[in-house]
């Protein structure tokens, strides 16, 4: 027996025995079908990048045997980069990794989709009909694209010169729509609907601004934005700036007018006059960019857990469900009275994770959610505003200049940073915002 142990063969065996148990192991631990348990401390429903940020922050609180994320995607997508993935100027394979990528190591991915939630009772269903119970729950689920909900989409998208830059099925519709622009009408939508990241229609318009010019196309183009918003932007230090941009390179800009139907064989669009109900007018395209209508996740809509409009019920300074104190919510899906960003979800985790260690100890929240959110205007190829701004619309900014004026470093910033910040600080639970940065660039003064 001792020389057969010795010998290369069974050395090669064993070696390969081993390699088995690791694989299976490792799928056992990950895999929705194999989990070993039905039973977590923390259970983290939504893998996008506020459920990432939070798993990886309570592996450390709790051990990553005690957590689990629910998921159904095998891509998880930097979406903010989307918006230079349809100007050309980024491509969208940079913006996606393999979900298993980025889950926290020793954490259980359950690769299904949230059917069912029942916070009486502390537990969650699956599509896939697991039940999972927990003691404590961390809603990310975000938010649902509603194409559907305007006439002739989202068939239209078969049709050329139309794209949107909120989906990875058409936001490289969006570039080729731009680059083979030849004249014409060059629509930009904006619903009637809360959306995320609320500069994102207008900033596609200043990109494709920028290339008309340098294709010598722009006396060729008439570009309009549509917004059903009584307001080019929310926070009016912003505002102001923009529609200087506006002005200086003849931008229209149509207030209330809501995007209903596509008639894309015919290269239409129809909106609705939200001033004037019953009022529609048709316009005739050459490139349309489309924002979808966007809604909170049907699970949550017409659970105990939602709002009179279906968004998780949060308290927006601790952001603990207003009726179970054992549920939190961070990101897109929560009714937090600010924009729907990456910047937010950042700000957000550093609260909640906060929250969640004092609710572990039997003690009372501390850490008050200021509403801080970020939203990287790019008003071309190479400039940015970078407006930041708070639950009253007052600007926070983090560097001691006037951040509404474009600027060149704060695009490097947008295009190359920041990413590199998402993939390997917020979703790895180590970047909670700006905040510390802001004090100290401002002498500790807001």
């Not at 998880?76 to 491509?91: C, D, E, R």
């Not at 722009?218 to 917004?227: E, Q």
């Not at 006037?402 to 295009?415: F, I, L, N, T």
Request: proline residues 5%; glycine residues 8%; hydrophobic residues 35%.
């Amino acid at each position: 027996v001792r020389l057969c142990l010795f010998c290369r063969w069974c050395e090669k065996l064993l070696f390969f025995c081993f390699l088995v148990f690791s694989v299976i192991n490792s799928h056992i631990h990950t895999s929705s079908g194999l989990a070993s348990k039905d039973h977590y401390k923390v259970l983290v429903l939504g893998g996008g990048s506020g459920g990432i940020t939070m798993a990886a922050r309570m592996k450390r609180k709790v051990g990553a045997e005690n957590v689990a994320i629910v998921e159904p995607s095998e891509m998880h997508y930097y979406q903010p980069i989307w918006t230079l993935v349809g100007a050309g100027s980024k491509n969208v394979a940079s913006s996606g990794r393999p979900t298993a990528s980025v889950i926290p190591s020793g954490v259980t991915w359950v690769k299904s989709k949230v059917a069912e939630l029942n916070p009486e009772n502390n537990t969650v269903h699956t599509d896939s009909g697991k039940k999972i119970s927990y003691d404590y729950l961390i809603v990310a689920l975000g938010l649902e694209l509603h194409y559907e909900k305007i006439k002739g989409l989202p068939e239209g998208f078969e049709h050329p010169k139309i794209g949107s830059n909120y989906s990875v099925e058409t936001v490289e519709k969006t570039w080729n729509a731009l680059k083979n622009f030849k004249e014409g009408n060059a629509l930009f939508t904006f619903p009637n609907t809360p959306v995320k990241c609320a500069g994102a229609p207008q900033k596609i318009m200043y990109l494709s601004d920028a290339f008309l010019r340098k294709t010598g196309k722009r006396s060729k183009a008439n570009i309009i934005y549509n917004t059903s918003l009584p307001v080019l932007f929310g926070v009016k230090k912003y505002a102001d700036a923009l529609w200087e941009i506006v002005k200086k390179r003849d931008l229209n800009v149509n207030l209330r007018h809501n995007l209903i139907e596509v008639r894309a064989d015919k290269q239409e669009a129809v909106f609705e006059n939200l001033d004037k109900p019953g009022e529609t007018e048709v316009y005739k395209y050459d490139m349309i960019h489309v924002t979808p209508p966007m809604g909170p996740p049907a699970v949550l809509k017409g659970s105990s857990l939602d709002d009179e409009a279906g968004w998780l019920d949060v308290n927006k300074s601790t952001l603990q469900h207003k009726t179970y104190a054992n549920v939190f919510g961070i990101g897109d899906c929560t009714n937090l009275p600010t924009s729907k960003t990456a910047a937010a979800v950042a700000a957000q985790s550093a609260v909640l994770d906060r929250t969640v260690s004092r609710i572990l100890k039997k003690q009372t929240p501390d850490k008050t959610y200021d509403g801080y959110t970020s939203c990287p205007l790019v008003t071309s190829y190479n400039t940015v505003i970078l407006a930041e701004f708070d639950y009253d619309g007052q600007p926070l900014e983090t560097f001691p200049v006037d951040q509404s004026k474009e600027s060149r470093v704060m695009y490097h910033m947008k295009a190359d940073i920041m990413p590199h910040l998402y993939w390997h600080g917020l979703l790895k639970g180590l970047w909670g915002g700006p905040g510390p940065y802001r004090t100290i660039m401002h002498l500790g003064m807001k």
